[in-house]
């Protein structure tokens, strides 16, 4: 047997005090002498050796008890293995204050169960040992090392958040912190529900640092979950009906039925259908939504479920438009049938500019760029085009036909990796496939190869041979030879026309069946350059687009119904990036507001999904990554448990348990004992 604190025993020497009193106490039998015995009626003697007997063992309980005591603060124990665990100590503490940790355990939050955790293992160290307690947060204060008493005002304090992360970082995180003390043995303590989406740790190894896992697990491992939502149309245009796309998740391993969806709009909830999702299932569901007004538009998709509500709604917002922007740059007059196509269609703002005379601030403020026949391209222009299609614009070029091609149009190709235009070819060819498939043309025709009249030319530029593997062919001549095919570039589209428009190479602006329904469906492609919802903790930008008068002296901020901050902000000509790393800590959607307070956008923010999915790592699958991880019984004591883990089976609770049956014996003794 061994003690941790063995200058304790030289308290032992307070056995003196007992001794000392039995010996004043002790009293020499005298005898008395009565006048007369004939009053008394009875005498019951007692012998010298029995009081000398009791006095004995009471004297023997009390040293007993004082020698119990003293034991127990010597924290003497049996140990285990090779030697003792001894000297000052560094200990991580991980609390998981996610918020899967805000499901029940009985009648308590497992956040609760956590932090009472990590208190029971402060208490199973002592005084001298440092300890860093670390959330999903980390904190300035979580990354140095803390004395007991500040420690336990740290876990008192810990409230579930929206931050996600994997023990692999935790670890690397307590490592990082715990190596500033060399001198120290290393301890660390994951205290968390491990769900296997979070509890990689890759490649971590680290053998001077010993890893404990405290396992906790809700009563009940059922949710349901938004888990995304998106427009099928890049664009909302006023009064149109653009279809709505939602994914539910049901992660329990029980079927749910009578889910309520709802929609909040304009602060008005509105049901709209009741779900039945298979246990371990996603249902996709469309809506039609159809926006009643113009501008920033916010909208929560909203769903009834127990007990795990963090992802029970999801933000969304984007900007509807009264009107497409459409800009026609042309030389000379913008040809017949797309100045009438464009007028007509009663979606698009339509603007004409020369080529001469074009505004390339005012780019932002349009969808389709469409260029009419220029005679050659310059090099400001290629520039402003490739910056508009990268940011989700859509450009569609009709070249000028009859002639060679002018200077300019390689270069546009090239930046878009598209095929270049060749020599002019004065044959006479017919379109014979229209590629349905593609967005420009899906769901426009219920039949298109029944009475579909299809365009036909009088001339094409010939194309470079060798296709892209980005090209996408919308319509195709007999020949096999493309007319008009689209080139993805990041955000945005470039179309290419074989054919010029007029009518004197094409008849394609007569076909107003396809003409018509291609330069609207054109105007739509392309991704929006807003982002509908962005994710709290994984996304560390937010780009949008403000007024050109703003300068980088404008201050911006986010603002919220819970919370306001002012981001890191970098203008990029009209675009501010703002960074958000570590400020948003509310879901919900968030106005851009400047100094003054004029709203300049919106965004839509959303707790991380990552967590939606409540599958926990079992005992073996713990216990696979290295880590000790306590019984049931010892994690119902787990400072008895750490003791017996450092230093073997640990004995001072049973010196507290003798010294108290000592004192419970005196107490008989001199209670029931008469003198």
């Not at 053998?207 to 664009?235: C, H, K, R, Y």
Request: include cysteine; hydrophobic fraction near 40%.
């Amino acid at each position: 047997m061994q003690f941790l604190f063995p200058g304790f025993l030289f308290a032992a020497l307070a056995i003196a005090i007992p001794i000392i009193i039995h010996l004043f106490y002790f009293r020499r039998f005298k005898p008395v002498f009565f006048t007369n015995v004939r009053f008394l009626r009875e005498i019951k003697e007692e012998t010298a050796s029995r009081s000398r007997l009791r006095n004995l063992l009471v004297l023997l309980s009390r040293i007993l008890a004082i020698l119990a005591l003293v034991a127990a603060f010597a924290q003497p124990f049996l140990p285990r293995g090779e030697a003792a665990g001894q000297g000052p100590k560094a200990v991580g503490i991980y609390i998981d204050n996610s918020f899967s940790m805000g499901a029940l355990s009985k009648d308590v939050p497992l956040l609760e169960v956590a932090k009472s955790k990590a208190i029971s293992i402060l208490e199973g160290y002592g005084p001298e040992d440092k300890f860093q307690i670390m959330t999903n947060l980390y904190s300035g204060q979580e990354q140095r090392l803390l004395s007991r008493e500040q420690a336990l005002d740290m876990i008192s304090s810990i409230q579930t958040g929206p931050q996600v992360v994997n023990l692999e970082t935790v670890l690397q995180r307590q490592q990082q912190t715990l190596r500033q003390e060399s001198n120290r043995k290393k301890y660390s303590y994951l205290i968390s529900d491990f769900q296997r989406n979070t509890a990689s740790i890759g490649d971590f190894s680290d053998t001077s640092m010993t890893i404990a896992a405290i396992p906790l697990q809700a009563v009940q491992e059922q949710n349901v979950s938004i888990d995304s939502a998106w427009f099928e149309g890049p664009v909302l245009i006023m009064q149109q009906a653009n279809p709505l796309v939602v994914m539910v998740t049901n992660h329990g391993k029980e079927d749910v039925e009578q889910v309520r969806l709802s929609l909040i709009e304009n602060g008005q909830e509105k049901p709209l259908r009741q779900l039945s999702i298979p246990s371990g299932t996603t249902v996709t569901d469309t809506l039609v939504y159809i926006p009643q007004r113009s501008g920033w538009e916010p909208l929560t998709l909203k769903i009834t479920d127990f007990p795990v509500q963090f992802d029970d709604q999801y933000f969304l917002t984007s900007e509807v438009r009264q009107r497409i922007g459409i800009l026609v740059i042309h030389s000379g007059r913008p040809t017949a049938h797309l100045e009438r196509s464009v007028r007509g269609i009663q979606a698009f703002d339509p603007r004409f500019q020369q080529e001469n005379q074009v505004d390339y601030a005012q780019f932002a403020n349009f969808q389709l760029i469409v260029l009419d026949e220029l005679t050659s391209l310059s090099s400001g222009l290629i520039s402003e085009l490739d910056q508009f299609i990268r940011a989700g614009g859509n450009v569609l070029v009709f070249p000028k036909g009859g002639q060679e091609m002018h200077s300019g149009y390689a270069d546009l190709s090239v930046k878009a990796g598209a095929r270049q235009y060749a020599s002019w070819d004065p044959v006479v060819r017919d379109v014979s496939d229209l590629n349905i498939r593609s967005f420009v043309f899906q769901d426009v025709y219920t039949n298109a190869r029944s009475n579909l009249r299809l365009p036909a030319t009088k001339g094409n530029y010939k194309l470079s041979s060798t296709a892209p593997v980005n090209e996408e062919v919308l319509m195709t001549y007999r020949d096999g030879q493309p007319m008009i095919s689209r080139y993805p570039l990041e955000m945005g589209n470039l179309f290419l026309s074989a054919a010029p428009l007029a009518d004197e190479y094409s008849d394609l602006g007569r076909t107003g069946e396809v003409f018509i329904p291609m330069l609207y469906k054109m105007a739509l492609s392309g991704r929006t350059q807003h982002h509908l919802a962005y994710t709290i903790g994984r996304d560390q930008e937010v780009e949008m687009t403000v007024p050109a008068r703003r300068t980088a002296e404008s201050l911006l901020r986010l603002r919220s119904e819970e919370e306001e901050i002012v981001p890191v902000q970098r203008y990029i000509g009209t675009r501010v990036k703002l960074g958000v790393a570590d400020g948003l800590q509310q879901a919900g959607i968030y106005q851009l507001v400047d100094d003054q307070g004029t709203e300049l956008g919106a965004a839509a923010f959303n707790f991380d999904r990552l967590e939606s999915d409540l599958d926990m790592l079992d005992a073996d699958g713990i216990l696979a990554n290295g880590f000790l991880v306590p019984d049931e019984t010892a994690q119902a004591d787990l400072s008895q448990w750490i003791g017996e883990q450092e230093r073997g089976v640990v004995l001072w609770r049973w010196c507290l348990i003798l010294a108290l049956l000592f004192f419970t014996i005196e107490s008989l003794l001199l209670r029931f004992w008469k003198t």
